[in-house]
Each structure stands twice: as structure tokens, then as C-alpha cells.
């Protein structure tokens, strides 16, 4: 009786603890593939409130601007913005994970900078901590509304209203931001690290150590590996400038509101 008490205990032990790593590895898998649900406001808003936690005011207030007019448009592009960035975050943090583990860039193109490895992937963390905290800020530009515009003249319709130019100006500023971001940043540091895991892909442990023939074995797996990110990073280059362009055009679109 004893040993069959044991068995169980060691079985339900064993469960919970297979039970706490599946959930930890799902919060994971939860967190890397972050996307928000887009479609009606009412089911992006409750998507919101869970995975930001968003108190009774703030739900409130994107209810009401899913009610106004414009607000499902000003709420569907600040997701988007919101999915976009989540990826970004996603990406750069594969990316340090692999310039780490895989890429030896200066043994493999003959240079001697010793500190080249640890530039890579401190840019990568970087680039991808900037791409949660401005995931945050959008959530913050969202919440905050679109930016009402003061009347085009005063006085009775006698005199420009120069706080209108000026705020169509301040409207258009975040998408000038994005389309830096999306261009200059994020589109060099992928085509950067397409370049650098292309030519330096190679084991933490040289693979002439290895026995035969997890060798040979390793090395096909990594190659696979670094063809696949390359690749992927090619992709989000060649995106990250479509969405530059896009940004582009949401700032020409607003500037056509002001009163020349």
C-alpha cells in the first residue's frame, strides 16, 4: 500500500510539475506571437483589456471612441501599429539570440574586432526593448485619442486661426516618427543582421571538436538555421520599408488639411 502511495504521489507530482512547465512554455509562445484581435472595436477593446489589463476609465474611454465618428479607424490603425511593433520586439530578440549562438562574424571574414559579437547582440536587445517601449506609447496614443483640430478661423470667420496649422503639424509628427523608425532603424538593423548571420554563421563550439557525427549533424542544422533567418530578415527589411512608405503617406494625408 505503501509503494502504490509513493507511485502516486511521484505521478501527481510529475503532472504538476509537466502541468506548470506547458503553462509557462504557452505564456511563452503567448508573449513571442503577441497579436491583438482586429476587427469589430468591441472585440480589439476586450483583447486590450485583457493582455494590457486596462481599468474600468481607460475601457471606457475607447468604448466611447469606438462610438465617435472615426474612432474605429483611429482604433484599427493604433492596433496595427501596436501588432507591428510587438513583431519588431519579437524579431530583434531572435535575432540577439542567434547573433549569440551562432554567429562568429570575425573568425569567419578574417577581422579582429573582439567586441564585434557583443555589439550585435546588445544592438539586437536594444532595438528590441525600443520596439516594446514603443509598443507602450501607442497604447498610451490610443488610449489618449485622436487629436481634435482647433477651427480653421476666429473672429467670426474674419481671421486665420494659426493654433489650426500648427496642430495639423503635431498631428502629422507621429507618422514622420514611424517612417523614420520603420526606414532608417528597424529596415538597416534587419538587412544588418540578414548580412552578418549570412557570412558568419558558426557554432558557440567549433565543430571540429564535436564527435562524429554530431559534427556534420550540427552543422547542417545551423545552416538550415541561418538560411532561414537571413531570409526572414530579408523579408522584414523589404517590409519594414513598405511600411515606412505607408507612414509617409498617412503624413502627406494629414498635411493636406492645413489652411495654405
Known sequence: MADSDNLLETMTSSYANARGFLSRANALFSAVTFKIVRGKPEESIADLTKKFGLDASQQQTLITLAGAKGGPAFIDEKIQDMNRAAF?????????????????LPSQVGLSFFYMKLVLVIANVLLAVYAHVTLDWTLDDLIAGPNALPSKRRFFGLAVNPRYNKAVKNRSRPYAREAWKEKTLFRTAYFINAGTIFFGTQFIVPLERLIFPFGMLFGKIISLIATAITAFDIWRGVKAGDDARIAREREVSVYRDLNI
Do not use: G, Y
Open 88 to 104: 519588431h520586439r519579437s524579431a530583434f530578440a531572435l535575432n540577439a539570440f542567434t547573433q549569440l549562438f551562432f554567429v562568429d
